[in-house]
């Protein structure tokens, strides 16, 4: 296992993360997984001995259980705590009260003493806002998680899924109020959906934020598993909630593509498209998530691969993103600026 600094922390987290969304069954969340104790304590050993030092989770992941089901397997399996780096994250549907969701002072104060005590943990490594309040003003929110930095509750936080200007606004709040700074950003990336790429991904490598990514198969799509008529295992996530979207044309393109590297290498062509994650520089750590112990080991093995530059550029050229303003504006007007001036004798 390669470790590899998470942004401008000095906190090294292994580059592929353990996700835990399919750890429990609470409502909707069983189609992701079920995963019980026995499987989840399962799991967590066997990515520990394989050098995995990252653990991501939420408080919404099967309405708390999830962290439970953690929280129980690092307990009985006794498992170094100054060996891991826990994340979690607040901000999604807890409860049908007025309050049971959000990121008011309210809520994320209330969510990370649950998480705490669910994880069995006295701080939590990594604290995530996850995803978009509308209704909350940042400020709020930032200065709660400042508060959690400097009680010793949460040691970095972080964010999922927002746009480049809502991140960049806080980030220019919390180094005008002198609080905690964000550290990563969550966020799915695929090669069938490199959307990041237009606006998120240069600003995180401006910032020098840390690139957590999720569903990096694209909810199974990229095992190779399913026809581009949609049929694939009936087990399968996608099968029963199609998420993430995605670009079917084109990510059945990327497969094909991904094939013949996979067979050549008599590897499954999920390993192939984690390995061109692992590839892209930005990225601290791949997040994978699995219901079984043999998806688990597979995906680890991904860190075995390694895309020649011919294989990177096919890959590229099939996957790239279509141009769109101001994109192709900027490459045009840049071009002047990209060598260095030659004197004219």
Not at 192 to 211: C, F, K, S, T
Request: proline share 5%.
């Amino acid at each position: 296992m390669k470790y590899r600094l998470l942004g401008q922390t000095g906190l090294y987290v292994s580059e592929l993360c353990l996700g835990t969304m399919t750890y429990g069954s609470a409502g909707f969340w069983k189609v992701m997984g079920g995963l019980d104790q026995k499987a989840v304590k399962a799991q967590i050993k066997y990515a520990f001995d394989r050098g995995i030092n990252f653990i991501d989770t939420a408080n919404v992941y099967s309405l708390g259980q999830s962290e439970e089901l953690v929280g129980q397997a690092l307990h009985k399996l006794g498992l170094p705590r100054d060996e891991l780096v826990i994340a979690t994250k607040a901000t999604g549907v807890m409860n049908d009260l007025p309050n049971g969701r959000g990121q008011s002072r309210y809520h994320l104060m209330n969510e990370v003493d649950a998480s705490l005590k669910r994880l069995q943990v006295d701080h939590i490594d990594l604290y995530q806002l996850h995803g978009l309040d509308p209704l909350t003003p940042l400020e709020e929110a930032l200065e709660t998680l400042n508060d959690l930095v400097r009680s010793g509750k949460v040691r970095y936080i972080g964010l999922c899924n927002l746009p480049a200007w809502q991140i960049m606004k806080g980030l220019a709040i919390s180094k005008r109020r002198g609080w905690a700074r964000f550290a990563s950003v969550q966020a799915y990336y695929t090669i069938a959906g490199r959307d990041l790429e237009r606006e998120v991904l240069p600003m995180i490598q401006d910032q020098g934020l840390g690139l957590m990514v999720w569903s990096p198969l694209a909810g199974g799509l990229l095992t190779g598993k399913f026809s581009p008529e949609g049929k694939g295992p009936e087990d399968s996530r996608r099968s029963n909630f199609d998420f993430p979207v995605v670009d079917k044309e084109r990510a059945f393109r990327c497969v094909e593509a991904m094939r013949p590297m996979a067979a050549e290498r008599n590897i499954s062509i999920a390993r192939i498209a984690l390995a061109w994650l692992l590839a892209q520089k930005p990225v601290s750590s791949v997040i994978i998530g699995a219901k079984t112990m043999a998806q688990l080991k597979d995906n680890l093995d991904a860190i075995q691969v390694t895309l020649s530059t011919p294989e990177l550029v096919t890959l590229d050229q099939i996957s790239r993103l279509p141009e769109e303003y101001p994109g192709w504006m900027l490459d045009r007007q840049i071009q002047y600026r990209t060598e260095p001036p030659k004197w004219k004798e």
